[in-house]
């Protein structure tokens, strides 16, 4: 194999061939400058983003054939421009707790790619969030987007505003704030937000109410994931965890495989999570363990989802009351849910959720299927470590893409002032998540790196933004 200078094993083809058709060294290596001088200078620009360099640099890595094969898109400057977001906005949000207590956080919306259609992401509400979480997500989400198909560009935002221990009434003042910056940047045609983490229907219910009041327009297409009583569509709740599971279901059907009787591992107790249990459960496999920031719980009977709904949807409270109801099952504290053994994991918590320690353990314990319901759970490290093994891996802007492929659908049934049911809204979900996967599939082969999701999904998603980018000339 001619060595190409990129420490990466997503670049190189599973019978180590080289993975593009004709050229010669030296412009692969040229490519290969071009694109480390690129990556040089995106952490020179956006210094301590870490997480914004991380996803940047996974992309750069996939597309070096692609930019062998198309000199135009070097010459258009097309990375250089993806790499820089379009529009960053970053505003205080003031707000008051139920003592009275004054509180100052900080709001994000990173406009970053309109190539294919109105900004369209998640807004992210935990301590966690700066501008480079903010941008890493912005930078996933619009290759994840442009996969769909759908016609949607890439944005992302949030506040580092925590809404946990907080009361209705608070939640609502905080999301009012933000709301009173956020809405001269967002609309229908311009800008569409949606939930992430710490922003589910009760805080999308309150910034939608909030935008209407100061724009007096009833807009549904300004925000998904509404309520199904003003304007929300079925199955947005359920999209991201169940698109994650279609996803692995083909990702299985390819070797004559299926979910029917596997142990599967779900990190995390959220929206993704909770929704793809159901789906696995739906299809035959159990899921054993999943978790919170607290720890997990291990049930070898399955999770019980009625339960575990109660817990997190109703209650708001932490997974140990789970094993405090249900006897037989553990809760393990302070620990990682991946020390327990399955043959499919679907990490559903949050970036970098998988280490390489984690990933050696899976290996180790038999895991063959990994596939990513959270944005970028699993660091550089671990994806080298399962592709060395020979565990099959799916990137999350391909798996988990089913949540804003029904935005998508959400933003459709608005404009035509339409709902359609469950059954159809589910089979269109369905089929969506089963085109991601063919394009994934057949662009991992038409570079000859077969079975790689993460250069199918990055060079296909990546063609798609650049092709659009190109014919809408230098803007
Ligand atoms: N936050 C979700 C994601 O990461 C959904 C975004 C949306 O529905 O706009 O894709």
Redesign the pocket.
Known sequence: MVHNGVDDPRIATSDGHRPIKSHTVEDYVSTQEKIESIFAEVVRRNPGEKEFHQAVREVLESVVPVLDKHPEYAEAKIIERICEPERQIIFRVPWEDDRGEVHINRGFRVEFNSALGPY???LRFHPSVYLGIVKF?GFE?LF?NALTGMPIGGGKGGSDFDPKGRSDREVMRFCQSFMTELYRHIGEYTD?????IGVGSREIGYLFGQYKRITNRYESGVL??KGLSYGGAQVRREA?GYGTVFFAEEMLKVTGDSLEGKRVVVSGSGNVAIYAIEKVHQLGGTVIACSDSSGYVHDEQGIDLELLKEIKEVRRGRIEEYAQTRQHATFVPHRSVWEVPCQVALPCATQNEIDASDAATMVANGCTLVVEGA?MPTTPKAIRIFSEAGVRFAPGKAA??G??AA?ALEMQQNATRDSWSFAYSEQKLREIMQNIHTRCYATAEEYGMPGNYVAGANIDGFRAVADAMLAQGLI
């Open positions: 369209k992401g998640g997500l989400q994840k569409v937000p949606a939930g992430d998904t994931g991201t944005n988990n893409a949540g804003v935005s």
